[in-house]
């Protein structure tokens, strides 16, 4: 059967992003000669219908991308509960003609779906039985297609790696955070943070694991002691003795002991006070968390997630069980809803039942790894090193131009191999310090407070080693006697050691395991999706946008914004992807003079009708000839008056700042392998060199010799790109009016 009338309605908590995902489902519905509706208020309103059930237009979900909560309304509804509530949604839904629903909301909203979509057969015969529809009506619609995506900030969803929100709500907690370490910092005080999850300690780990945080308390792993007051008061003494000014304690709100007591903030307050003999503050972050405009990640997976929710409407049959949209290792999948329902619920049952490990194994394999991660960047002092086990010199550099999130990988990584019992060398001036030995060794102490510094501490810079200087490193690395090297970089960063490994049949020292660790905010790099520092650009260039975009309210104007990247068009998509913008320009597809006439001619038709501002992003290395200042002179000329453009060149604000949530979090994931690898192959039978990088499986390492197979050398860029395929989805949404309708 053709779909014809599809609804979307957001339920429950809010969650940032929401609104992305239904401009996405609307438009992608309107592109696909769909009728769409927006239920308003959640299940209330389809409950109450009337007009509270409104189609949408085109336009009528412009300008929402980067505004926080739900525009089209949520709330809790009791009615929605009972059978009767549901009778009288069902037939709101005949009376609109409506087959198809698309609801965005956590698992309380999405297991009211699964029971509606049960009882529709029904609720219909009931319907028909009372008088209220016709058996007509009723044989027209005997089938309701549901497909769910999840709002919620606590990323609390089995099935999928993010759930719309949650990502938001991080940007919220770490800012919080980092606020409250340096005025902690300041003077020499102890807080404790309150932050949201019931039965899900997912942001509190991230938080802690993005932070400074010295302790965490979360739902699924409740300390192992019964005093681990004590433990924890402990702790934080060491913390100070060791020369910490602040001390934090991240506490979700679901935390408990092994006993299932719940673990609330005042009663921390109250050991940590008596035990510390200092004042202690308490900040609850409560609905700050909800709020504030949608991070770019949450856009884009709002956008892509409500984009395949309709897909998924159309490819549904009558026996088709409701879908569930997810995110699995960077791409957008579907598995059963009630199947992914169940599974959250056992979590929340396990805790209840004070079943922890399984709360942890029901969690996911990275969940726990991330855990095990934090227990070590929490130690205030590192282990001894176990008798017997042979203690190695691992050296640490940045290389490339500097990424947002290399302090954080190399924090992580230090903490990491002197945890393991190992010295640590930070090397000064990427290669340069290699070449020139400026080296020092590093304690536990000497990266604290690095997780959430932009720039690189250590120096980094983009000299590659070529003639005299292998014999420089050679002798530095013989006389250090490192037995294994992280480089932590760009693009520079990869060839470096790529040619140290080619030199190696001339220099026997170069016979050290070296691993190679992504962090470029141009995302330019083989073997991973995504670099470090490319997320924190992203969140850079759209919170820029957005302000560019306020500034024209008035005007009728067009904006070239161009973006970094060099000759990878990631930034410039997935930014326009963010922001709305209607024409990416990036160097992957060139520029012709034919498609300028076709842009021109668009933006002259838009303005002609009304419309107020166009955006087009591009990439800095689009087109040698046809610039940004050639293109922004060309449509000003061919405007007519109609409009003005001007352009905007963002420069090097994208390569500062503090990192995102996100690439604290994958720097400290990545480094930690990086230095498991090391540890594990620096013998000299296993002394292979890798690059790390997150995958669509995972966390993968490939050998340094693959680079060559998978890198594009000429433009310096992998040859396979996988965020390729979503242009045709940014191409879609950001049109000025969908194609069924262009006469
Ligand atoms: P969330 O969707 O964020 O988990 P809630 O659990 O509060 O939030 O659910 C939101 C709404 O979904 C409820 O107010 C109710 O209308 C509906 N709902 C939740 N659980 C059920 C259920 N078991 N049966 C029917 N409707 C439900």
Not at 21 to 48: H, K, M, P
Not at 293 to 313: C, I, K, Q
Not at 400 to 411: K, L, S
Request: charged content about 20%; glycine content about 10%; proline content about 4%.
């Amino acid at each position: 059967m053709a779909i014809q009338r599809l609804a979307v309605l957001t339920s429950g908590g809010d969650a940032s992003g929401m609104n992305a995902a239904v401009r996405a489902v609307v438009r992608t519905a309107l592109d696909r000669g769909v009728e769409v509706f927006a239920i308003y208020e959640g299940y209330q309103g389809l409950v109450d219908g009337g007009d509270r059930i409104r189609p949408m237009s085109w336009d009528s979900v412009g300008g929402i991308l980067n505004r926080g909560g739900t525009v089209i309304g949520t709330a809790r509804c009791e009615a929605f509960r009972t059978h009767e509530g549901r009778r009288a949604a069902a037939r709101n839904l005949l009376e609109h003609e409506i087959d198809s629903l698309v609801i965005i909301g956590g698992d309380g909203s999405l297991t009211g779906a699964n029971i509606f979509r049960q009882e529709w057969p029904q609720l219909l015969a009931e319907l028909v039985e009372l008088g209220q529809v016709t058996p007509e009506v009723v044989a027209r619609r005997t089938n309701l297609t549901i497909v769910g995506l999840v709002g919620s900030i606590d990323n609390d969803m089995h099935g999928t790696d993010m759930t719309i929100g949650a990502d938001t709500a991080l940007h919220r907690i770490t800012e919080a955070v980092d606020a409250i370490s340096s005025t902690a910092a300041s003077h020499q005080r102890t807080f404790v943070v309150k932050v949201m999850g019931r039965n899900c300690g997912y942001l509190a780990l991230m938080a802690a694991l993005a932070t400074g945080a010295e302790w965490v308390l979360i739902p699924e792993n409740p300390p192992a002691m019964d005093n681990w007051e004590e433990k924890m008061c402990a702790d934080l003494k060491a913390g100070r003795k060791a020369g910490r000014r602040d001390s934090i304690v991240i506490v979700a709100e679901g935390a408990r002991d092994r006993n299932g007591n719940i673990i609330g903030s005042s009663y921390l307050q109250k050991v940590l006070e008596e035990n510390l003999h200092e004042e202690v503050r308490v900040t609850v972050l409560g609905h700050v968390q909800r709020g504030g405009s949608p991070s770019a990640f949450d856009r884009n997976l709002g956008t892509l997630m409500g984009h395949a929710a309709v897909e998924t409407v159309l490819a549904a049959t009558p026996e088709s069980e409701p879908q569930l949209i997810c995110l699995r290792g960077n791409r957008i999948t579907r598995a059963p809803l009630m199947k992914c329902v169940e599974q959250t619920r056992a979590v929340a049952d396990a805790i209840t039942r004070h079943e922890y490990e399984r709360a942890m194994d029901l969690r996911g394999g990275s969940f726990k790894e991330a855990f095990r991660t934090l227990r070590t960047m929490l130690r205030s002092l590192p282990h001894e090193l176990p008798a017997g086990q042979k203690q190695l010199r691992l050296a640490v550099l940045n290389a490339g131009a500097p990424a947002p999130g290399m302090n954080t990988a190399v924090r992580a990584a230090v903490r990491i191999g002197l945890d393991r019992g190992h010295i640590m060398l930070g090397v000064s001036n990427g290669f340069k310090g290699l070449i020139e030995d400026q080296i020092t060794e590093m304690n536990w102490m000497s990266v604290n407070g690095w997780a959430s510094m932009g720039g690189s501490v250590l120096g980094t810079n983009r000299e590659v080693p070529h003639g005299r200087d292998f014999y420089a490193i050679a002798r530095t690395i013989e006389q250090r006697a490192i037995n294994g090297l992280l480089v932590i970089g760009g693009y520079s960063g990869y060839q470096a050691p790529y040619r140290l490994f080619r030199e190696l049949p001339n220099y026997p020292a170069f016979n050290i395991p070296i691993i190679c660790l992504p962090a470029t905010i141009s995302n330019n790099l083989p073997g991973s999706e995504l670099s470090i520092g490319a997320d924190t650009a992203l969140n850079t260039i759209v919170d820029a946008v957005d302000k560019i975009k306020e500034s024209a309210v008035a005007l009728r104007r067009c904006y070239i914004v161009e973006v970094m990247g060099r000759r990878c068009g990631y930034l410039a998509l997935m930014s326009g992807l963010a922001t709305g913008a209607e024409r990416v320009y990036m160097h992957e597809e060139g520029i012709r003079l034919n498609d300028l006439q076709i842009d021109v001619k668009e933006l002259v038709t838009g303005f002609k009708h009304g419309k107020r501002l166009g955006l087009l992003m591009r990439n800095e290395e689009a087109h040698p000839v046809y610039t940004t200042n050639v293109l922004c002179a060309l449509f000003d000329a061919e405007s007519d008056g109609l409009f003005d453009v001007r352009q905007t060149i963002l420069g090097h604000m994208q390569q500062g700042g503090g990192p995102s949530p996100f690439d604290r979090i994958q720097a400290t994931r990545l480094a930690a392998r990086c230095i498991d690898y090391l540890i594990e192959h620096a013998q000299p039978e296993l002394c292979d060199s890798a690059y790390i990088g997150l995958e669509a499986g995972g966390i993968q390492i490939h050998p340094l010799e693959d680079m060559p197979k998978m890198l594009d050398e000429v433009n310096q860029r992998p040859k396979q790109e996988w965020w390729m395929d979503l242009r045709s989805i940014a191409k879609v949404l950001a049109q000025p009016m969908p194609q069924t309708q262009v006469s």
